[in-house]
T-cell receptor, first 112, second 114 residues
Framework: AQTVTQSQPEMSVQEAETVTLSCTYD???????LFWYKQPPSRQMILVIR??????QNATENRFSVNFQKAAKSFSLKISDSQLGDAAMYFC?????????FGAGTRLTVKP | DGGITQSPKYLFRKEGQNVTLSCEQN?????MYWYRQDPGQGLRLIYY???????QKGDIAEGYSVSREKKESFPLTVTSAQKNPTAFYLC?????????????FGPGTRLTVL
């Protein structure tokens, strides 16, 4: 079974600065998607960004961008100009045609 | 507004009782999913349904049951056979099952066994 590993249980960033959250995964598939979801205190899971494995270009959504290293099976999330509203649990997820896996999550704290 | 609704937000159950968690979507999605979230862990798949009247077990289906009689509804029953049901339950949907489509989530139900 595929696994998704988030090695940072907790991260902290100063408001307006940049932080990078790490994610690695294990798969033998060639066609898959990777996602970052945000779960604020309300516990609603919100899609932040997604990356198709066949695309070499890293996905970007406003202040959020990823560094996708397919050979290394690495998928990190960079948050630029961090805001207080970015404080949440962040989950990395892997999805293939017959599987969906989530990492254990990274709790991000934003300091004013 | 299109979206996924779950009810109730909080649910309390006595030991030995079955309880049913509701999940409704108006996104016209074919596929629906149920996940369980425990503290310090990611989401684990309980059941999923690709189409009406069809559903499949996920990684932790024991002690749970589902039905899919309508496209928009996918209720989850937590039975008395589930040994440790206290958790946060999330319902999700996607246009198609297992096609790498993005899953969209409901707000969740917090179940506590008294």
């Amino acid at each position: 079974a595929q696994t998704v590993t988030q090695s940072q249980p907790e991260m902290s960033v100063q408001e307006a600065e940049t932080v990078t959250l790490s994610c690695t995964y294990d798969t033998s598939e060639s066609d898959y998607y990777l996602f970052w979801y945000k779960q604020p205190p309300s516990r609603q899971m919100i899609l932040v960004i997604r990356q198709e494995a066949y695309k070499q270009q890293n996905a970007t959504e406003n202040r959020f961008s990823v560094n996708f290293q397919k050979a290394a099976k690495s998928f990190s999330l960079k948050i630029s100009d961090s805001q207080l509203g970015d404080a949440a649990m962040y989950f990395c997820a892997y999805r293939s045609a017959d599987d969906m896996r989530f990492g254990a999550g990274t709790r991000l704290t934003v300091k004013p | 507004d299109g979206g996924i609704t779950q009810s109730p937000k909080y649910l309390f159950r006595k030991e030995g009782q079955n309880v049913t968690l509701s999940c409704e979507q108006n996104l016209n999605h074919d596929a629906m999913y149920w996940y369980r979230q425990d503290p310090g862990q990611g989401l684990r798949l309980i059941y999923y349904s690709q189409i009406v009247n069809d559903f499949q077990k996920g990684d932790i289906a024991e002690g749970y049951s589902v039905s899919r009689e309508k496209k928009e509804s996918f209720p989850l029953t937590v039975t008395s056979a589930q040994k440790n049901p206290t958790a946060f339950y999330l319902c999700a949907s996607s246009e198609q099952a297992w096609s790498t489509d993005t899953q969209y989530f409901g707000p969740g139900t917090r179940l506590t066994v008294l």
